[in-house]
C-alpha cells in the first residue's frame, strides 16, 4: 500500500510540475491543430489578454483570389448577349484567371484563328466573326470603361466596340457572417484594399462592411494609428502582397506562410504563419487567442491540482 501511494503520488507530482512548466504550450496546442506557426519567445497569453482590433488587407481575407466577372457594359443595351457570349467563346481559347472568369459567360462556340497578343489580349474567329478581347487600349479607347474594382478588357466584334467586361477577386461566401461575428465579439475592424477606390467600395457593397483603399504605407498606418489612438491593441492580416505597404507598428501579425519570408525585418509585434488567411481561418485563431488567457488558467489550476494530490500522496506514503 505504501509502495502504491508513493508510486502514484510520484506521478503526480511528476506531471503537476510539467504541466506547470508547459502551461502555456499545452493551452496553445488548439490553435497548432489548426495549422498556425506560433512564434518563440512570445507571451502569446498577454497578447491574446490585450488585442481587440484588426486591420485586415481585403484580398484572400474576405476574397478567395479566384476571378469572376463583376460587370459587363454594353455600348448598346441591345449589345449585352453578343458581349457574353463572343467573349466568352473566345476566352475559352485564352489562358490565365482573367480568361477563365470570362469564358465562364459562353459555351466554347465555334472558334479559329486564336492569335495571343502578349501584352494586349487574344483576337480570333468566332462563328467567323473576327473577335478581339484585351487591353482597351489595344483596341484604340483612350479610357478604359470601369465600371469597378478589378481588371477591365474591352471586346471587339467585326471591327466595332461592344462593351467591356471587369472581373475581379470573388467574395468569399462566408465573409459577411464571420466579419459580423468578430464584430459582435467585440473586434474593431478595418478592412482595407490596395485596389483602388472603387474596388473598395465593390468589397465593401457585398461584404456589407467599410473598406478603406489603402495603396501605400500611408493607408495601413493612417487605419493602425487611428485604432490605436483609440486605445486599441491591433493585430494586422496581411499577405505577402501587402508587407511592403502595412506599417510595422502593429501588436500582432498574421500572414500566409507563403508570405512570411516577405516580412517586415522589424516588427512592433509578434509575427503568426497561417496555412492561409481566410476569413474563417483567421476568425477561428483570434477566438483561440482570445481564450488562450483562460485556457493557461485552467492547465495552470490541473497542475497545482497534481502537485498538491501527489505530494499529499507521498506524504501518506512516507508517513504510512
Given amino acids: 500500500m505504501t509502495a502504491a501511494l508513493l508510486a502514484v503520488g510520484a506521478v503526480l507530482l511528476l506531471v503537476g510540475l510539467l504541466l506547470g512548466l508547459l502551461a502555456e504550450k499545452v493551452a496553445t496546442a488548439p490553435l497548432r491543430r489548426d495549422g498556425a506557426v506560433l512564434p518563440r519567445d512570445v507571451h502569446l497569453p498577454v497578447v491574446g489578454r490585450r488585442v481587440d482590433a484588426l486591420v485586415a488587407d481585403a484580398s484572400g481575407f474576405v476574397t478567395d483570389g479566384e476571378l469572376q466577372v463583376v460587370a459587363?457594359?454594353?455600348?448598346?443595351?441591345?449589345?449585352?448577349?453578343?458581349?457574353?457570349?463572343?467573349?466568352?467563346?473566345?476566352?475559352?481559347?485564352?489562358?490565365?484567371?482573367?480568361?477563365?472568369?470570362i469564358s465562364r459567360l459562353s459555351s466554347n462556340g465555334r472558334v479559329t484563328d486564336?492569335?495571343?497578343?502578349?501584352?494586349?489580349?487574344?483576337?480570333?474567329?468566332?462563328?467567323?466573326?473576327?473577335?478581339?478581347?484585351?487591353?482597351p487600349r489595344?483596341?484604340?479607347?483612350?479610357?478604359?470603361?470601369?465600371?469597378?474594382?478589378?481588371?477591365?478588357?474591352?471586346?471587339e466584334v467585326d471591327g466595332r466596340t461592344l462593351g467591356s467586361i471587369t472581373?475581379?477577386?470573388?467574395?468569399?461566401?462566408?465573409?459577411?457572417?464571420?466579419?459580423?461575428?468578430?464584430?459582435?465579439?467585440?473586434?474593431s475592424l478595418r478592412l482595407v484594399s490596395a485596389?483602388?477606390?472603387?474596388?473598395?467600395r465593390r468589397l465593401a457593397t457585398e461584404t456589407s462592411y467599410d473598406v478603406v483603399a489603402a495603396a501605400d504605407a500611408d493607408g495601413w498606418r493612417a487605419a493602425v494609428s487611428d485604432l490605436r489612438g483609440a486605445g486599441r491593441t491591433v493585430a494586422c492580416v496581411a499577405g505577402a502582397g501587402a508587407w511592403g505597404s502595412a506599417p510595422a507598428e502593429a501588436d500582432l501579425w498574421l500572414t500566409s506562410r507563403t508570405g512570411a519570408e516577405g516580412a517586415p525585418v522589424t516588427t512592433h509585434g509578434p509575427v503568426v504563419q497561417l496555412p492561409d488567411l481566410a476569413v474563417q481561418r483567421v476568425e477561428r485563431f483570434l477566438a483561440g487567442l482570445r481564450a488562450l488567457p483562460a485556457r493557461v488558467r485552467v492547465v495552470r489550476a490541473w497542475a497545482c491540482t497534481g502537485v498538491t494530490v501527489g505530494l499529499a500522496l507521498v506524504v501518506a506514503g512516507v508517513v504510512l
Avoid at 454594353?74 to 453578343?82: L, T
Avoid at 489595344?138 to 471586346?155: I, M, N, R, S, Y
Wanted: proline share 9%; charged share 25%; no cysteine.
Fill in 195 to 200: 485596389s483602388g477606390e472603387l474596388e473598395a
Fill in 114 to 135: 486564336v492569335r495571343r497578343v502578349p501584352g494586349a489580349g487574344i483576337e480570333g474567329a468566332v462563328d467567323r466573326h473576327p473577335v478581339r478581347v484585351g487591353d
Fill in 72 to 101: 459587363v457594359q454594353p455600348v448598346e443595351p441591345d449589345h449585352d448577349r453578343n458581349l457574353r457570349w463572343f467573349a466568352g467563346a473566345l476566352q475559352h481559347q485564352g489562358e490565365g484567371p482573367v480568361a477563365r472568369a
Fill in 138 to 155: 489595344w483596341l484604340g479607347l483612350a479610357t478604359p470603361p470601369v465600371a469597378t474594382g478589378g481588371h477591365t478588357v474591352a471586346v
Fill in 167 to 187: 472581373v475581379a477577386e470573388r467574395v468569399r461566401p462566408e465573409a459577411p457572417g464571420s466579419l459580423g461575428r468578430l464584430v459582435e465579439a467585440g473586434w
